[in-house]
């Protein structure tokens, strides 16, 4: 992420969660379709405490044309209306807290079980899409903004509400292992959200697919059976400074029964993956789904464990020579991609190595780039270090996919490679821990 025929999965075994092909991508086609007033999107069935403003950029896109065909032809736009519903219905805070801790989750499920055939995939779209999943999400987000209560609600307590829905309907809260066998391997996976929408605003991202495919699959390993445990973060500077990175992964580094394995996620190159071995602390401030960037260091928050001073780069731990030759042969080429850009120690000129950083080196870009891709990556292998943790951490760049030109949400091409593009994933996640 964050450069601006269908194989099955590795291993599979008796999955409590069976995971089904299913993945997304980043279209390059310029539609630009501007945000309909929100008004226009208002739940079918109420929603009358809803006012016309609140609604983030982002959460403005959802009133468009292709976001309202996705949920329609998803049926989750009946999740949105039925939120709206009992938001409106809440007569205090404790009671509107209870609806967005249970729609938050059941939204998530609701995403997790569709990709693996246990909800119905209504009007023609396909159910390992993730941009359902994205789409109600903001739907949501934009009616607790828009949200006009007849009790006293500051901005502290609805920005609290929205941050638990987040959370939630990202897998945060899901992501547990409780339901592991016992001597099962526990292993945590990461994808994005679509970003890039004011390109085209039908841009799906294959590791969000991948991670809602993955959410409780059981699969084989060299190592043995594995559980794996998936979660969603947002394209947005703004919650990775704030922590929300460091918050969903600081437990399974820590406590009694810690993952045995970190692997973060997102759209790389196309064509290729790519296992990146360096990740670098500079974000280089390109627009995130927000319109908004900032060049600086990436800031690590209070609280959590970290390592001082902060480091300019951090490593993967996985094995890539090991993965690169256990997927010769899958659909798409695996790379071990170590090229960084620095600027060496007592110089001002960025300079890209292709080899790694050299000691003493400012970061400029990981090889993953300097989007957040990155940055979850440096986030995730800091927390390794910080926590000592010998495990597999590391991040994957998927394949770009793009959609045809006629303006569809979907087509048999892009659905054939966006499952081939899961299966692949699996095969890697599989091949990254390691005996």
Same mark, same amino acid.
């Given at each position: 992420?964050? @450069?601006?025929?269908?194989?099955?999965?590795?291993?599979?075994?008796?999955?409590?969660?069976?995971?089904?092909?299913?993945? #997304?991508?980043?279209?390059?086609?310029?539609?630009?379709?501007?945000? +309909?007033?929100?008004?226009?999107?208002?739940?079918?069935?109420?929603? /009358?405490?809803?006012?016309?403003?609140? =609604?983030?950029?982002?959460?403005?896109?959802?009133?468009?044309? %292709?976001?309202?065909?996705?949920?329609?032809?998803?049926?989750?736009?009946?999740?949105?209306?039925?939120?709206?519903?009992?938001?409106?219905?809440?007569?205090?805070?404790?009671?509107?807290? &209870?609806? %967005?801790?249970?729609?938050?989750?059941?939204? *998530?499920? =609701?995403? %997790?079980?569709?990709?693996?055939?246990?909800?119905? +995939?209504?009007?023609?779209?396909?159910?390992?899409?993730?941009?359902?999943?994205? *789409?109600?999400?903001?739907?949501?987000?934009?009616?607790?903004?828009? *949200?006009?209560?007849?009790?006293?609600?500051? /901005?502290?307590?609805?920005?609290?509400?929205?941050?638990?829905?987040?959370?939630?309907?990202?897998?945060?809260?899901?992501?547990?292992?409780?339901?592991?066998?016992?001597?099962?391997?526990?292993?945590?996976?990461?994808?994005?959200?679509?970003? /890039?929408?004011?390109?085209?605003?039908?841009? +799906?991202?294959?590791?969000?697919?991948?991670?809602? =495919?993955?959410?409780?699959?059981?699969?084989?390993?060299?190592?043995?059976?594995?559980?794996?445990?998936?979660?969603?973060?947002?394209?947005? !500077?703004?919650?990775?400074?704030?922590?929300?990175?460091?918050?969903?992964?600081?437990?399974?580094?820590?406590?009694?029964?810690?993952?045995?394995?970190?692997?973060?996620?997102?759209?790389?190159?196309?064509?290729?993956?790519?296992?990146?071995?360096?990740?670098?602390? *500079?974000?280089?401030?390109?627009?995130?789904?927000?319109?908004?960037?900032?060049?600086?260091?990436?800031?690590?928050?209070?609280?959590?464990?970290?390592?001082?001073?902060?480091?300019? !780069?951090?490593?993967?731990?996985?094995?890539?020579?090991?993965?690169?030759?256990?997927?010769?042969? #899958?659909?798409?080429?695996?790379?071990?991609?170590?090229?960084?850009?620095?600027?060496?120690?007592?110089?001002?000129?960025?300079?890209? @190595?292709?080899?790694?950083?050299?000691?003493?080196?400012?970061?400029?870009?990981?090889?993953?780039?300097?989007?957040?891709?990155n940055e979850i990556a440096y986030r995730n292998t800091l927390l390794r270090d910080a926590t000592g943790r010998d495990v597999p951490a590391g991040h994957i760049h998927t394949p770009v996919l793009s959609?045809?030109?006629?303006?569809?949400?979907?087509?048999? &091409?892009?659905?054939?490679?966006? &499952?081939?593009?899961?299966?692949?994933?699996?095969?890697?996640? #599989?091949?990254?821990?390691?005996?």
């Amino acid at each position: 992420m964050n @450069r601006p025929a269908p194989r099955a999965g590795a291993g599979a075994h008796a999955p409590r969660k069976t995971p089904r092909a299913a993945a #997304a991508a980043i279209l390059l086609l310029p539609v630009l379709l501007a945000p +309909a007033n929100p008004a226009q999107a208002e739940p079918a069935g109420g929603g /009358g405490c809803l006012g016309q403003d609140g =609604a983030t950029v982002e959460e403005a896109r959802v009133t468009g044309e %292709v976001p309202r065909e996705i949920l329609d032809r998803s049926g989750f736009a009946a999740s949105v209306d039925r939120f709206t519903r009992d938001l409106c219905g809440a007569g205090d805070a404790d009671r509107a807290a &209870a609806v %967005v801790e249970r729609h938050g989750s059941a939204l *998530w499920r =609701a995403a %997790v079980d569709r990709v693996r055939g246990e909800g119905a +995939a209504e009007g023609g779209l396909s159910a390992g899409d993730d941009r359902p999943l994205y *789409w109600a999400r903001l739907g949501m987000a934009s009616a607790l903004h828009r *949200w006009e209560p007849d009790f006293a609600l500051d /901005g502290e307590e609805r920005a609290a509400l929205v941050a638990d829905l987040d959370r939630r309907s990202r897998g945060h809260h899901d992501a547990d292992f409780s339901d592991a066998e016992e001597g099962a391997l526990r292993i945590v996976v990461t994808g994005f959200d679509p970003f /890039g929408l004011d390109a085209d605003i039908r841009q +799906a991202n294959p590791s969000g697919a991948a991670a809602l =495919a993955l959410d409780g699959a059981v699969i084989e390993t060299a190592d043995g059976v594995a559980v794996v445990e998936a979660m969603l973060f947002p394209v947005r !500077w703004r919650d990775f400074g704030d922590g929300m990175v460091e918050e969903a992964l600081v437990p399974h580094y820590t406590g009694e029964r810690p993952a045995d394995a970190v692997i973060t996620v997102s759209q790389g190159r196309p064509e290729r993956f790519d296992l990146e071995a360096h990740n670098g602390a *500079w974000r280089g401030g390109a627009p995130d789904n927000e319109g908004v960037g900032e060049e600086e260091t990436v800031p690590v928050p209070e609280g959590v464990p970290t390592v001082t001073p902060q480091p300019q !780069w951090s490593d993967s731990s996985m094995d890539h020579a090991a993965i690169v030759g256990e997927t010769d042969g #899958a659909p798409f080429p695996v790379f071990d991609n170590t090229a960084v850009t620095e600027i060496p120690e007592g110089g001002t000129e960025e300079v890209v @190595r292709p080899d790694g950083p050299t000691p003493g080196s400012q970061a400029r870009a990981g090889g993953g780039g300097d989007y957040l891709s990155n940055e979850i990556a440096y986030r995730n292998t800091l927390l390794r270090d910080a926590t000592g943790r010998d495990v597999p951490a590391g991040h994957i760049h998927t394949p770009v996919l793009s959609l045809g030109q006629d303006g569809e949400v979907t087509d048999p &091409a892009f659905e054939e490679e966006r &499952a081939a593009i899961v299966g692949q994933v699996e095969e890697i996640v #599989a091949a990254a821990v390691r005996p």
